[in-house]
């Protein structure tokens, strides 16, 4: 350990003259290499954030844009849907009062061939009384045998 340390008290002005010429170049290469890089980098990445909020800011747009258009394509729709249901509805109603009055007509056929029914059944007993009548008529006319 003595023989390391003696030859470093040996060797100290030309280590040092070593160590400051390879912290010069150090200093050399960082702010002529690296600062520029990393500047460079760093106006790169600004770039690309620039370029990234650009897109965000065009894809809002965009969204936006395609959810006005999809409102009022819904809207339109909405609207168009409503008065078709209207017109089924009306329609429902036109019908629905046209077999109520078909109903109608019908109970008042079934009461009129109700109340032909009975007039016949008169008739016929009526008819079956004027024959019987008839009958008799020609049976007291008749000449006694």
């Not at 965009?62 to 329609?91: G, T």
């Amino acid at each position: 350990m003595r023989k390391i340390w003696r030859w470093t008290q040996d060797n100290a002005g030309p280590i040092t003259v070593t160590l400051a010429v390879l912290g010069g170049f150090a200093a050399i290469i960082q702010f002529s290499v690296v600062r520029p890089m990393q500047q460079g980098f760093t106006v790169v990445n600004q770039r690309i954030d620039d370029q990234i909020r650009y897109i965000d800011q065009r894809f809002d747009d965009q969204d936006r844009s395609i959810n006005q258009r999809f409102d009022a394509q819904d809207r339109s729709i909405n609207q168009r849907f409503d008065a078709v249901n209207q017109r089924f509805d009306a329609q429902d109603k036109y019908i629905n009062q046209r077999f109520d009055a078909q109903d109608s007509r019908i109970e008042d056929l079934v009461r009129d061939v109700s109340e032909l029914r009975k007039l016949n059944d008169r008739v016929i007993r009526n008819e079956t009384r004027i024959d019987t009548l008839i009958e008799q008529l020609q049976t007291a006319d008749a000449p006694a045998p």
